[in-house]
């Protein structure tokens, strides 16, 4: 913990870097020599989602408790209640990636690191329609014939079931091939999501 903060690192495996113990005044202001871990968030974001977290246990001991009553009518509410603070939730972190993918976008950046965090990339949701299926295929038969890799009629199949599957053709092994998918089909950028990837972990 930060003696000078309170502020508790904790896991990074969830929002456990978001904890204050006790929670900190939300008038308090960080002396600018402290290693403050989450610059990005507020002290007072960061103690809201605190707050919340502490409820949500308190919430789930009461569950608990209603479920060893067999108080059916009382968990029936509460789930209503929760599946829309769940939809709430879901909500307000989708805005908050859109929020962040835009400035990210305007700032020119791609990637961000932010030290105790994690890396956050911009990824971009390509949408692929209108592909020249049959010019595709002949374009690789012909490349492999070339490189002296079909040697059996199984191979033409293994090769086109290497880059394609039933929902569509593999742009990443197209790729590995040295074929841009762009050349070969319709291709209408939808949407930027957020990659984090916190650090050692998988992305999420």
């Known amino acids: 913990m930060d003696n000078t903060t309170g502020y508790d690192r904790g896991s990074m495996g969830d929002l456990e870097h978001l904890r204050f113990d006790p929670p900190p005044d939300p008038d308090l202001e960080i002396p600018e020599d402290v290693d403050h871990p989450v610059l990005p968030i507020r002290y007072t974001a960061a103690a809201a989602l605190d707050h919340l977290r502490q409820a949500i246990a ?3 001991s009461q569950r608990e408790e209603l479920a060893g ?5 009382s968990l029936a509410i509460g789930l209503v209640g929760f599946r829309l603070l769940v939809r709430d ?6 805005a908050t990636e859109d ?3 835009r400035i990210m976008g305007e700032q020119g950046e791609r990637r961000i690191d932010i030290d105790h965090v994690g890396t956050f990339e911009r990824k971009r949701s390509t949408s692929r ?3 020249q299926t049959e010019d595709l295929a002949r374009r690789l038969v012909r490349d492999a014939l070339e490189r002296g890799d ?8 293994a090769l086109l079931l290497r880059h394609a599957s039933i929902s569509g053709w593999r742009v990443t092994t197209l790729r590995e091939d040295g074929i841009d998918p ?3 089909c319709a291709e209408n950028v939808e949407d930027y999501s957020i990659k984090h990837t916190p650090p050692g972990g998988a992305a999420k």
């Open 58 to 60: 308190a919430a789930d």
């Open 69 to 73: 009553a067999g108080d059916i009518d």
């Open 89 to 94: 939730l879901r909500t307000l972190a989708d």
């Open 99 to 101: 929020d962040l993918s």
């Open 129 to 131: 329609t209108a592909w």
């Open 150 to 157: 079909l040697n059996h009629p199984d191979d033409v199949t």
């Open 182 to 184: 762009s050349e070969w």
